[in-house]
């Protein structure tokens, strides 16, 4: 797959990718949840259920030993605000600690650029 499949691809799925508001609809989806539930209940709900409706809970969802664990580092507490999940600092993504600037992840997504 090249990469303009990969970006034709992502962008099709609602991800704007490059220096734009990489993965904002996630975070919409999320906050639209906070909205008829708690902060805490919509994060379950886009983490550990979301993994059980899946069938891989048993692998995501939850920070546990022996599953697999990308996860993100918040600047702020989105259990007080939800919108505070796009204050990302750093990433974890198949095991390697990234800041979360638009720069790192373009050289994570695209390595040959």
Do not use: C
Not at 4 to 26: P, Q, Y
Not at 42 to 68: F, I, N, Y
């Amino acid at each position: 797959m090249s990469k303009a499949d990969i970006e034709h691809t992502l962008v099709g799925k609602g991800i704007v990718l490059r220096n734009l508001a990489t993965g904002i609809a996630s975070h919409w989806e999320v906050w639209m949840l906070a909205s008829a539930m708690s902060p805490h209940e919509a994060l379950r709900v886009a983490t550990l259920d979301g993994a059980r409706m899946l069938g891989a809970d048993a692998q995501l969802g939850s920070l546990e030993p022996g599953k697999l664990a990308d996860l993100m580092v918040i600047d702020g507490n989105p259990l007080a605000d939800i919108r505070q999940s796009t204050n990302l600092t750093w990433v974890m993504r198949g095991g390697r600690l990234r800041s979360a600037d638009a720069q790192s992840w373009q050289r994570a997504w695209f390595p040959g650029d």
